[in-house]
């Protein structure tokens, strides 16, 4: 393999002298999806948070596509190409969905939405718009304010608005929380669909999901890295059998 897409070495998060991540060091590979998985309170979502660049360290280094990062800020690194979405969806409620992926086509040129712009480039906004929606599965929302998505689809427009700043790494945020399981289906079938061409990083509880979408899994307890692998070799692992049968300490 060439060099890894996100390397992370040494990671340290601490919270008034409790250690939430202590000496986590990652390689994401390119056009992989990889997954980051644990008990309750393993760390997971801290070690996310650094990675997607909402916490900064206490000590550590993370690298982008051979480039430190670990002093940007989020914003910096979606516009280059490193996009996070979120467990609790981010959308705004009250414009449509047609109108929700505008504003995230529209940031990624790191414009404010608005209305100035040229006909022809609001066209081709609306056009790259609606073949992401279409791409979701949300081809007879478009006109569908957000709060009025079924949860399912809600996040299913999270994605379509992930996907407008065209990232070439997407952080995915227990992307199924909360779902029936008809709606983790339609989302896990979008994820394999999407990540094509990309790389996908995933917080993610559910182990069906999964085994069936990830090539390497990273098993978190207490902040460090407890075992990493493929989802058998990981899945047969004592260690792992026991910190989600005794919980995962704390994170």
């Known amino acids: 393999m060439g060099e890894p897409i996100i390397q992370a070495s040494n990671l340290v998060k601490n919270f008034k002298g409790f250690h939430a991540v202590n000496g986590v060091s990652l390689n994401v590979e390119p056009g992989t999806i990889h997954a980051l998985i644990g008990a309750n ?3 997971k979502t801290t070690c996310f948070n650094l990675l997607s660049k909402f ?4 000590s550590g280094a993370i690298r982008f596509k051979g480039r430190d990062i670990t002093r940007y800020k989020p914003d910096r690194v979606a516009r280059e190409g490193l996009v996070r979405s979120f467990q609790i969806s981010a959308v705004f409620a009250s414009l449509t969905a ?3 992926v505008g504003m ?3 940031r990624r040129r790191g ?3 608005d209305f100035w712009n040229s006909p022809k480039k609001l066209a081709a906004d609306r056009t790259r718009a609606e073949e992401l929606l279409d791409q979701v599965g949300l081809n007879g929302d478009y006109h569908t304010p957000a709060a009025e998505l079924p949860y399912g689809r809600k996040r299913a427009l999270e994605i379509a608005t992930t996907l407008g700043m065209d990232p070439e790494v997407m952080l995915l945020d227990e992307p199924t929380a909360g779902m029936a399981t008809e ?3 339609r989302i ?3 994820i394999q669909t999407v990540a094509a061409g990309r790389t996908v990083l995933m917080v993610e ?3 069906g999901v999964v085994s069936e979408l990830c090539d390497r899994v990273t098993v978190l307890a207490r902040g460090e890295i407890l075992v990493e692998g493929d989802y058998d070799t990981v899945a047969r692992d004592e260690r792992v059998i026991e910190s989600y049968i005794g919980g995962g300490g704390h994170g």
Do not use: I, K, M, Y
Not at 55 to 58: D, E, I, K, N, V
């Open 41 to 43: 309170g393993a760390g």
């Open 55 to 58: 916490l900064a360290p206490t």
């Open 98 to 100: 047609l109108e929700n």
């Open 104 to 106: 995230a086509l529209q």
């Open 111 to 113: 414009e404010s939405f």
């Open 183 to 185: 709606d983790v289906s």
């Open 188 to 190: 896990t079938r979008l």
């Open 205 to 207: 509880h559910n182990l």
